[in-house]
């Protein structure tokens, strides 16, 4: 069974940077075959995407709330996607997951929770104001 490992997250202040990690347990051919996304949760509100990335890595997609200051990207080789967040405000605290969706589309937009099926455990990210 594929399992999704998230690590990276942690308190930063606002403004600051935090790289998170999300890595499969799979061969590097089967993680390939997998369009990959992230997600986030605060408490009490829904989850809700943030970004995503086909499975090669060249079509990459992105909620309003983070577009230019969060980059999504993968290494296919290390079985891993990565989040790269930046300029952090504290409405970006929540529990991130990432998740996949076995797919070789490299057009279509995976936004909604409900069309992935591997989830991660999360890791918290808080950023203080």
């Known amino acids: 069974q594929v399992q999704l490992v998230e690590s990276g997250g942690g308190l930063v202040q606002a403004g600051g940077s935090l790289r998170l990690s999300c890595t499969a347990s799979?061969?590097?051919?089967?993680?390939?075959?997998?369009?990959m996304g992230w997600f986030r949760q605060a408490p009490g509100k829904d989850r809700d995407f943030v970004a995503g990335l086909s499975w090669n890595g060249r079509n990459t997609y992105y909620a309003d709330s983070v577009k230019g200051r969060f980059t999504i990207s993968r290494d296919n080789d290390k079985n891993t996607v990565y989040l790269q967040m930046n300029s952090l405000k504290p409405e970006d605290t929540a529990l991130y997951y990432c998740?996949?969706?076995?797919?070789?589309?490299?057009?279509?937009?995976?936004?909604?929770?409900?069309?992935?099926?591997?989830w991660g455990q999360g890791t918290q990210v808080t950023v203080s104001s």
């Open positions: 998740a996949g969706v076995p797919s070789y589309s490299g057009t279509y937009q995976y936004t909604r929770p409900d069309q992935y099926d591997l």
């Open positions: 799979v061969s590097g051919r089967a993680f390939s075959m997998y369009t």
